[in-house]
């Protein structure tokens, strides 16, 4: 059974600091692309970041670069997203997604909340 297990969501004021994890499980992890997505209601579904299979190459949308940062340990099957300087608009439900680099299947987590607000 596939599974993406996302934690580290909540509550937290501008300007402050969250980190998200994503527990990967029934996939070889390491041949998987990994990616964090967010929605927010009325808004279609967007990339947040993305880390790469094999060279670790990141990108990021550019309303968080440079505040976020995405990770991974292909040893223990996670990745993480750093987000520092939080806004309210970063409030989101963030989705963590794995995409085999060579067949594109593609699965998705349950997501968790990300509120930033005073």
């Known amino acids: 059974q596939v599974q993406l297990v996302e934690s580290g969501g909540g509550l937290v004021q501008p300007g402050g600091s969250l980190r998200l994890s994503c527990a990967a499980s029934?996939?070889?992890?390491?041949?998987?692309?990994m990616s964090w997505y967010r929605q927010t209601p009325g808004k279609e579904r967007e990339l947040v970041a993305s880390?790469?299979?094999?060279?670790?190459?990141?990108t990021y949308a550019a309303s968080v670069k440079g505040r976020f940062t995405i990770s991974r340990d292909n040893d223990k099957n996670m990745v993480d997203l750093q987000m520092n300087r939080l806004r309210p608009e970063d409030t989101a439900v963030y989705y963590c997604?794995?995409?085999?680099?060579?067949?594109?299947?593609?699965?998705w987590g349950q997501g968790t909340q990300v509120t930033v607000s005073s």
């Open positions: 029934g996939f070889t992890f390491s041949s998987y692309r």
């Open positions: 880390i790469g299979s094999s060279l670790g190459l990141t």
């Open positions: 997604c794995a995409v085999n680099s060579w067949s594109k299947d593609g699965y």
